[in-house]
């Protein structure tokens, strides 16, 4: 008994010794705080700003002659909202020739707050620390001056947070002296040597300005070779401007950190051909429209038969809608276009999503093979396909969208008919900003872009203006679907379709101060204009 009561007393000691050690170490490693707040500007950024200016005042003695038509199309970060003029009446001539509108977000938002000027300021803070968090220091302009005896990377170097690298390239072609030094300066890691050569002298070893200096210039290349650079100040995608100096040169280049991006991957299984069940999820949200959903699904189930379907359903009474591959996730009452899309984007597990509306009917021209192929064979993230009316119609609804910086009160964005380019080896497919509402995606960049769930009705360019920059879309006008309705005659309407229709079509002014307020605010635009 005694002796087992020694074991404990040992084991609670030694448990207590393990534990104060622990305690040790994770006070020790809290030690060493970071500041890692918000910082407005950084010695390089003030160093590269100050060689800037001393590089463009150079031959200001030299005249030159402004070439209006090329000088008058750079971006000036000045954009004003102006719509096109009205140059003729007649019958049909805003469909033949539609003018462009501009719409000024910043009067429609501003005029209706109670305190416009703290608005403006509250956007421009938001704005500003959102530079900060979303700008990296390898976005800084460096030039690299003519005649630097300095050789190093200019890109492509990349260290893991923590980690030690070699920096590639490093060298001097300097004239005959009797002592040749460079130095090295670092921000967010210091330097070291991996291996020393003879007749080279190295100071600052393991801290974050070293030199290294020798009478040989070939001794001191070759211990440039060996050179390394740890990071120390931990973030998980950043980048250090690292000073590069000898006597009466200097040089900047950047070093990126940041952790390995993993990928997300689909497992798909075998493939021979392209098995849509196993790569694609048809996803749609439904409001009041049972009887076209289920014609929807009907005509899925003929040519698709086990591609899983995924419905969001915001219904004040909600219907089941039960089948194989089928699944219906309700959601509170009216929450709107852009949550369903969210909600039932959010359950795919494919490496494809579908999109189609809760009235289109599939037909033989629905090929989503042809989707899935021109998404395995290209760069596109999206593409849209073709919406064929009751009418005979078939449109594919192809815009470009561009921003147009406009200083501090906010910028221009533009949106225009058309498309960019053809696509090579895909005759009936184009290149552009956003497609109609009917499109094939890949899960994963489609949830990194998502759907605002504030939007509630009419949203459909919306998701284009947030995927600008983020996603590849394309449009192929052979992938047909059919739209089961939208001009019905007024008095054969149902009673669901009108409610349907007051819910989606309704503009009440606070719907108007909605889109005025993302526009204006969570985009920081002042103006719009489109065709
Ligand atoms: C070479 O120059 C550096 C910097 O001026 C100096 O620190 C170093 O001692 C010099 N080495 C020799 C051998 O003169
Ligand atoms: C296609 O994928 C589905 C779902 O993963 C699977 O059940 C089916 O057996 C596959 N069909 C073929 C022909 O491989």
Redesign the pocket.
């Given at each position: 008994m005694r002796s087992g009561c020694k074991k404990c007393l040992g084991l609670v000691l030694l448990g207590g010794l393990l534990l104060a050690a622990l305690f040790h170490g994770w006070s020790s490693s809290s030690s060493s705080e970071v500041d890692i707040r918000q910082r407005p500007e950084s010695q390089i950024k003030k160093l590269l700003q100050a060689k800037i200016q001393e590089i463009t005042r150079e031959h200001r003695d030299i005249a030159y002659h402004i070439k209006e038509d090329v000088a008058g199309r750079l971006a000036q970060n000045t954009c004003v909202c102006l719509a096109d003029k009205e140059t003729f009446h007649l019958p049909y001539s805003e469909l033949l020739f539609p003018r462009v509108r501009a719409h000024n977000v910043d009067l429609a938002f501003l005029e209706s707050r109670p305190d416009p000027e703290g608005v403006r300021q509250h956007r421009a803070q938001e704005y500003s620390s959102f530079q900060m968090r979303s700008q990296s220091p390898a976005d800084l302009l460096v030039i690299s001056e003519a005649n630097s005896p300095l050789q190093y990377p200019t890109q492509g170097v990349e260290v893991r947070p923590l980690q030690k690298i070699i920096i590639p390239g490093l060298g001097l072609k300097d004239e005959a002296r009797s002592n040749h030094t460079v130095y090295l300066k670092a921000t967010l890691g210091t330097f070291d040597v991996a291996a020393t050569v003879d007749v080279v002298s190295v100071t600052g070893v393991g801290g974050n300005h070293m030199t290294l200096s020798s009478p040989r210039l070939s001794a001191l290349n070759r211990q440039l070779q060996f050179v390394t650079y740890t990071n120390t100040v931990f973030h998980p995608r950043t980048a250090d401007t690292v000073q590069f100096a000898t006597e009466g040169h200097r040089a900047f280049f950047t070093i990126k950190i940041g952790h390995r991006i993993v990928p997300r991957l689909y497992y798909t299984?075998p493939q021979t051909e392209h098995?849509i069940?196993?790569l694609v999820t048809i996803a749609t949200k439904t409001f009041l429209r049972y009887d076209k959903l289920r014609d929807l699904i009907a005509s899925v189930r003929q040519y698709y038969p086990?591609v899983t379907i995924v419905i969001a359903d915001d219904n004040e009474h909600p219907q089941k809608v039960a089948g194989p591959h089928v699944e219906q996730y309700i959601m509170p009452f009216g929450k709107g276009w852009f949550a369903g899309r969210n909600l039932a984007l959010s359950q795919v597990t494919t490496k494809y999503v579908l999109w189609a509306d809760d009235d289109f009917i599939f037909t033989a021209n629905t090929k989503l093979e042809k989707m899935v192929d021109i998404l395995e064979k290209t760069t596109l993230d999206l593409v849209g396909g073709a919406v064929r009316e009751v009418t005979g119609y078939t449109a594919t609804y192809l815009h470009t969208i561009s921003v147009e910086g406009g200083g501090e009160e906010g910028d221009c964005l533009h949106i225009r008919n058309g498309f960019h380019h053809a696509i090579e080896g895909f005759p009936n497919c184009v290149v552009a900003d956003a497609v109609i509402n009917f499109f094939m995606g890949r899960t994963d960049k489609l949830q990194q872009v998502g759907f605002n769930p504030r939007l509630a009705r009419k949203a459909h360019l919306e998701f284009f203006i947030d995927a600008l920059g983020s996603l590849h879309v394309g449009s192929c006008s052979d992938v047909i679907v059919n739209h089961a309705s939208k001009i019905i005659l007024p008095w054969t309407k149902t009673e669901s379709q009108k409610a349907y229709e007051k819910m989606r079509y309704s503009s009440t002014s606070s719907d108007a101060d909605l889109y005025n307020e993302v526009f204006y605010f969570r985009n920081r635009f002042k103006c719009m204009t489109s065709q």
């Amino acid at each position: 008994m005694r002796s087992g009561c020694k074991k404990c007393l040992g084991l609670v000691l030694l448990g207590g010794l393990l534990l104060a050690a622990l305690f040790h170490g994770w006070s020790s490693s809290s030690s060493s705080e970071v500041d890692i707040r918000q910082r407005p500007e950084s010695q390089i950024k003030k160093l590269l700003q100050a060689k800037i200016q001393e590089i463009t005042r150079e031959h200001r003695d030299i005249a030159y002659h402004i070439k209006e038509d090329v000088a008058g199309r750079l971006a000036q970060n000045t954009c004003v909202c102006l719509a096109d003029k009205e140059t003729f009446h007649l019958p049909y001539s805003e469909l033949l020739f539609p003018r462009v509108r501009a719409h000024n977000v910043d009067l429609a938002f501003l005029e209706s707050r109670p305190d416009p000027e703290g608005v403006r300021q509250h956007r421009a803070q938001e704005y500003s620390s959102f530079q900060m968090r979303s700008q990296s220091p390898a976005d800084l302009l460096v030039i690299s001056e003519a005649n630097s005896p300095l050789q190093y990377p200019t890109q492509g170097v990349e260290v893991r947070p923590l980690q030690k690298i070699i920096i590639p390239g490093l060298g001097l072609k300097d004239e005959a002296r009797s002592n040749h030094t460079v130095y090295l300066k670092a921000t967010l890691g210091t330097f070291d040597v991996a291996a020393t050569v003879d007749v080279v002298s190295v100071t600052g070893v393991g801290g974050n300005h070293m030199t290294l200096s020798s009478p040989r210039l070939s001794a001191l290349n070759r211990q440039l070779q060996f050179v390394t650079y740890t990071n120390t100040v931990f973030h998980p995608r950043t980048a250090d401007t690292v000073q590069f100096a000898t006597e009466g040169h200097r040089a900047f280049f950047t070093i990126k950190i940041g952790h390995r991006i993993v990928p997300r991957l689909y497992y798909t299984g075998p493939q021979t051909e392209h098995n849509i069940s196993a790569l694609v999820t048809i996803a749609t949200k439904t409001f009041l429209r049972y009887d076209k959903l289920r014609d929807l699904i009907a005509s899925v189930r003929q040519y698709y038969p086990s591609v899983t379907i995924v419905i969001a359903d915001d219904n004040e009474h909600p219907q089941k809608v039960a089948g194989p591959h089928v699944e219906q996730y309700i959601m509170p009452f009216g929450k709107g276009w852009f949550a369903g899309r969210n909600l039932a984007l959010s359950q795919v597990t494919t490496k494809y999503v579908l999109w189609a509306d809760d009235d289109f009917i599939f037909t033989a021209n629905t090929k989503l093979e042809k989707m899935v192929d021109i998404l395995e064979k290209t760069t596109l993230d999206l593409v849209g396909g073709a919406v064929r009316e009751v009418t005979g119609y078939t449109a594919t609804y192809l815009h470009t969208i561009s921003v147009e910086g406009g200083g501090e009160e906010g910028d221009c964005l533009h949106i225009r008919n058309g498309f960019h380019h053809a696509i090579e080896g895909f005759p009936n497919c184009v290149v552009a900003d956003a497609v109609i509402n009917f499109f094939m995606g890949r899960t994963d960049k489609l949830q990194q872009v998502g759907f605002n769930p504030r939007l509630a009705r009419k949203a459909h360019l919306e998701f284009f203006i947030d995927a600008l920059g983020s996603l590849h879309v394309g449009s192929c006008s052979d992938v047909i679907v059919n739209h089961a309705s939208k001009i019905i005659l007024p008095w054969t309407k149902t009673e669901s379709q009108k409610a349907y229709e007051k819910m989606r079509y309704s503009s009440t002014s606070s719907d108007a101060d909605l889109y005025n307020e993302v526009f204006y605010f969570r985009n920081r635009f002042k103006c719009m204009t489109s065709q």
